[in-house]
DNA sequence: CTAAGATAATTGGACATCCTACTATTTCGG
DNA sequence: CCGAAATAGTAGGATGTCCAATTATCTTAG
């Protein structure tokens, strides 16, 4: 009675079919690269997902939140937008966008800079640095602390990671 | 006169930065996690970043060429629009528009399930059988053969990542 | 010292993703 | 066998990311 027992069974991994249908069609060299970067975008999608829920309620993004982690983590307090670009490689205008909604929702302040007036600092305010706390130790209890891997797997993935972003110019 | 070389010098990891931080701010238990996930959403951004300028050329994305694939090893070259949300975990909304586009481009077609009047099928094209035969020749080529990682390491990071995707329950 | 080039930020547009309805069917329990 | 519940797909809205173009402001070469 298979069928009737079917929910217990694991379905296939899309991934390892995908791997299995192109080593059938003479993609073989390709197979082991295509599984990695498509198992990247899965597994992103669902880190995203998990550390989205945590944040929800404190009505900020992953984006937002790390944007208020630099600034909470800068000496000073304000870094300019450009520098927030640049740290966490995204474009310009995706700054902007985070920057904008942080800052109606009362987290930052934009202020000028003092010497050169092209740019903008980004200031983390009083009510910014009680979610950054607050948001963390939600983050770290629910999500990091137990990432959904031993130890070992988390050390793994990260140095490997880590190979990638060097010499794909990240930093 | 290190400021005369500091182009050569590597700028720090930010990852490897906001670990320090989070160490020195009593959160180590987290540390790890915390570096493990931020990883994985920037070597995301790097490898669809590579993947999406590979596409652009064809004219799809990444979303869309992942639904042409589907398409194209299924059996009968169509799957209900739930079967394509399923397998590639994405939300029904974001399927409707990547058949949407792909529909608009000529690669796909919408066709009435024989039996089931709540069901769309999508059937790829001709045209679409050809869009994902070159675009795969081009990642195969231009990403997929060499990922940027040893083979050691692309099977190390696929490994980690298929037990994170099972343990989320992911297949 | 001025004009050309570089840099900082923003605006507007294109895409992808999710969520919350909402409609149309199909399935199923009393 | 009929009405409630489940299922399939779509429309509208929010968010994030990128690109191209624009405005303002430095920087620098001649």
């Given at each position: ?8 069974t694991?379905?296939?991994d ?16 390709a ?9 990247l975008m ?8 998990r550390?989205e ?8 993004t ?37 920057v ?16 050169d007036?092209r ?9 910014g ?6 948001a ?8 990091f ?5 031993t ?5 793994a993935v ?14």
């Amino acid at each position: 009675m298979p069928d009737r027992m079917s929910f217990v069974t694991s379905p296939t991994d899309p991934i390892a079919e995908a791997t299995r249908q192109w080593r059938e069609h003479g993609w073989a060299d390709a197979a082991a690269g295509m599984a990695a970067i498509t198992s990247l975008m899965r597994a992103h999608q669902i880190a995203l997902a998990r550390v989205e829920a945590v944040l929800k309620p404190h009505g900020i993004t992953f984006a937002r939140y790390e944007v208020l982690m630099l600034l909470w983590f800068s000496s000073r307090g304000s870094l300019p937008m450009r520098v927030i670009g640049s740290r966490l490689q995204v474009h310009p205008t995706s700054v902007t966008n985070a920057v904008d909604r942080l800052e109606s929702a009362g987290l930052v302040r934009r202020e000028p800079h003092p010497s050169d007036r092209r740019t903008t600092l980004v200031e983390i305010t009083d009510a910014g640095r009680d979610v950054a706390a607050v948001a963390t130790k939600d983050l770290n209890d629910q999500v990091f602390t137990d990432p959904g891997l031993t130890p070992e797997d988390v050390a793994a993935v990260t140095s490997v990671l880590e190979t990638y972003r060097r010499n794909a110019g990240d930093f």
